[in-house]
């Protein structure tokens, strides 16, 4: 027996007449208007047609403002001759009532839910009265059993919501779990809803956080408003946020990562986040953290108040972009914005949308048309943003990208984890403004478009666990402002193909983070690595080795002008060729599965002097020294699933004498390390959270 009456949209257009003949025939059958088939069918009919009557208006001729309070003093009456008031009027009203047929839909559904356990009770009751003789004993239990389910029955029943018009057009929002459900939420004995929100706003916790949000700049501010469309108790990665921001403007410029973590760092000292602990072990994590359900209580509060993002009555973001300039896209157990987004809310003008952020919606069908509108967005975040992989998103199809070619103002775009993504259109290589481009984890890619090269502004661009992805396109080289990037594929050397090897990257003079996926199979990929010395700018480098599938190379559309190009790179880079004095001195080294015994050659000629992060996993290597008498500067020393590694605490101490934190897992010849439980050491004097 189903619980809740479910409606499927048709696929069909809403300005379509057959849409409106089957509301005739549903009108002429006489049956009862269930909410949903008004909210979800009737209304996005009439708002289509009110959309169309809209446009054959006559343009409102422009007024300053005092002009219209004149006016409206004079006769506030000839307000109501104005079309466009008429219409403005309609369209709230329709707002209204939508919201309204939504609570009173969850309302029914609820009720109905407690109906049919009744109901249930009642037969399992009588059945068992006709095959058993009951004792006393079980017939109180049973009786006790249905009070308990008729009293949960009265308590939906009569607590209908009282949807006043005040109440539908408020800006208050009730405290939200918003744990992308919408059940009622959990109120104070004795208390109405309305009382609980008057506690939430005259809280101590909400007093307290609006000194320090008053305190803020206005750029942090905007920033802080961000982690509203967050739900409570989410594990947030920092980089998301930072990204975010950058996306938006709040933060710009060389020094915009260092302006986030300077952000980030200031919510943590004034208690507004907190930093998240990572798997039990005693280290705190920097690059996640958490916010307190108060806390997020108020921020969604003020979110709403400051029209940063719409708010349904739950406190969930929402599609609605009527008044704020940012869409979130969030699927519940009864509803789904997206649905909202393409049906309900298409009459509203796209162009003033600047952020479009997938909360949790797993399934993602835009229409190219709709997509193409959105010209001034600044953040598309379709892809997963949790720091987990529990997120799961994939599209029907990739045609709706082909709409990006007219978003001119988009610099941050996420396709993060999503799945059935073999390729990117070209019309991406048309974003001139765009700054990050994130594809890590989109597992079905096959290939970068050949323009990549014209994103000039590109500074970030991450391709990790793009396993399908064999070489690189040529235009990488051609991004000069590009500081990070992740997921550079060095396979099998072709004698055809013009693709990017190793050291064309070493023309980027703002690279300071790389990450290398290497085939393990190719005997050309040992000299492309030989080529790390002439990276003089790069601090943060990664490098794993596995077998790299063999795809077919991508072909350059114009390889005379990727020659040009090419050569005066070159002779940029020889201006200042590198010294020994200008070697890339790292701050930080990975290296995953690595296939030999000892450390690579191509690391003993790099500055190591500054190094102070080293991570180790996987492979066979089974000796950590880098020469004869070398001692390694790092601080910070992570050994993971080496299990050809043999040596004891005592052999590392005067190999690493500066150490101050030391993960070992899964390192079963790492003997005598003073490593609690969870295989950590931490100096005793040492800053755990430096570490």
């Known amino acids: 027996m189903s619980t809740t009456s479910r409606y499927t949209p048709s696929t069909s257009s809403f300005g379509s007449p057959y849409v409106s003949l089957g509301l005739l025939a549903y009108l002429n059958s006489g049956k009862i208007t269930p909410f949903h088939t008004f909210k979800d069918v009737v209304i996005p009919e009439l708002q289509c047609h009110l959309s169309k009557v809209k446009k054959s208006l006559p343009n409102p001729q422009i007024k300053d403002e005092d002009t219209i309070n004149d006016e409206v003093e004079k006769d506030n009456s000839n307000c109501n001759d104005d079309p466009h008031v008429i219409f403005g009027e309609i369209q709230n009203d329709l707002n209204s009532i939508n919201k309204a047929c939504r609570e ?48 949960s029955l009265k308590k939906q029943i009569c607590s209908s919501p009282q949807l006043s018009p005040d109440s539908l057009q408020s800006e208050s929002l009730p405290q939200s779990r918003f744990s992308m459900r919408t059940d009622s939420l959990p109120e104070s004995p004795g208390r109405k809803p309305e009382e609980n929100i008057n506690l939430l706003t005259n809280s101590p916790t909400l007093t307290e956080f609006k000194k320090k949000y008053k ?57 507004i986040i907190e930093r998240v602990q990572k798997n039990n072990k005693r280290r705190k994590n920097s690059e996640n953290c958490k916010m307190k359900p108060s806390i997020r209580d108020a921020i969604i509060k003020l979110a709403g108040k400051d029209r940063f993002v719409s708010f349904d009555s739950k406190g969930n973001p929402t599609a609605n972009f009527s008044s704020c300039p940012r869409v979130c896209l969030v699927k519940t157990e009864d509803d789904s914005s997206l649905r909202d987004f393409t049906y309900i809310y298409h009459y509203l003008e ?64 996420s396709l993060r984890g999503i799945s059935r993504i073999t390729e990117l259109p070209n019309s991406i290589c048309e974003l001139s403004n765009l700054r990050i481009l994130n594809l890590n984890g989109c597992d079905n890619l096959e290939k970068l478009p050949d323009g990549i090269g014209s994103l000039k502004q590109l500074t970030h661009l991450d391709m990790s666990e793009c396993y399908l ?68 700018n790069l601090r943060s480098l990664s490098v794993g080795w596995s077998s790299i599938h063999n795809a077919p190379i991508p072909t350059t559309t114009d390889v005379a002008l990727a020659t040009i190009h090419r050569i005066v790179s070159r002779e940029k880079s020889i ?29 003993k000629r790099l500055n190591l ?58 390192c079963p010849e790492l003997s005598s390390f003073p490593c609690d439980e969870n295989g950590e050491w931490i100096r005793p004097e040492s800053d755990t959270e430096q570490a």
């Open 215 to 271: 305190d803020l700049g206005d750029r942090q501010q905007k920033c802080l408003l961000c982690f509203s469309v967050f739900p409570e108790n989410e594990t947030i990665k920092k980089k998301v946020l930072i990204h975010w921001w950058v996306g938006e403007g709040f933060i710009d410029g060389e020094a915009a990562e260092e302006t986030g973590n300077k952000y980030f760092n200031d919510f943590i000292d004034n208690g």
């Open 469 to 536: 992805i064999s070489h690189m396109p040529k235009g990488l080289t051609f991004l000069s402002e590009l500081r990070v990037l992740k997921g550079f594929v060095i396979g099998k050397q072709r004698s055809r193909g013009h693709y990017c090897k190793l050291a064309d990257l070493a023309v980027l003079q703002h690279l300071k983070k790389l990450s290398i996926h290497v085939d393990r199979t190719s005997d050309e990929a040992k000299k492309e690595l030989d080529s790390f010395p002439q990276f003089r």
């Open 350 to 413: 796209h162009e003033k949308i600047q952020t479009l952020f997938n909360v949790n919606e797993p399934q993602l069908n835009f229409r190219v048309g709709r997509f193409s509108k959105m010209k001034n967005l600044k953040v598309l975040q379709l892809g997963r943003w949790r720091a987990s992989a529990r997120q799961l998103v994939e599209v029907e199809g990739t045609e709706f990208l082909q709409g990006m070619k007219k978003m001119k103002q988009l610099r941050y775009f």
């Open 609 to 666: 002097k500054n190094l102070k992060k080293l991570y180790i996993r996987g492979g066979v290597l089974s000796d950590l020294s880098l020469t004869k008498d070398h001692k390694w500067t790092v601080k910070c020393l992570r050994l993971k699933s080496l299990r050809q590694l043999r040596m004891d605490w005592q052999e590392l101490q005067p190999l690493f004498p500066n150490l101050t934190y030391v993960e070992k897992v899964e």
């Open 104 to 151: 009173l839909k969850l309302w029914a559904d609820r009720v109905n839910q407690e109906i049919q356990t009744l109901i249930l009770q009642g037969l399992e009751d009588a059945f068992k009265e006709r095959t058993e003789a009951l004792e006393i004993s079980l017939r109180i239990e049973q009786l006790e059993r249905t009070r308990k389910v008729v009293s």
């Open 575 to 603: 201006k200042t060729p590198g010294s020994s004095s200008q070697r890339v001195a790292l701050d930080k080294l990975g290296l995953q599965n690595f296939p030999d015994f000892k450390m690579p050659d191509w690391l």
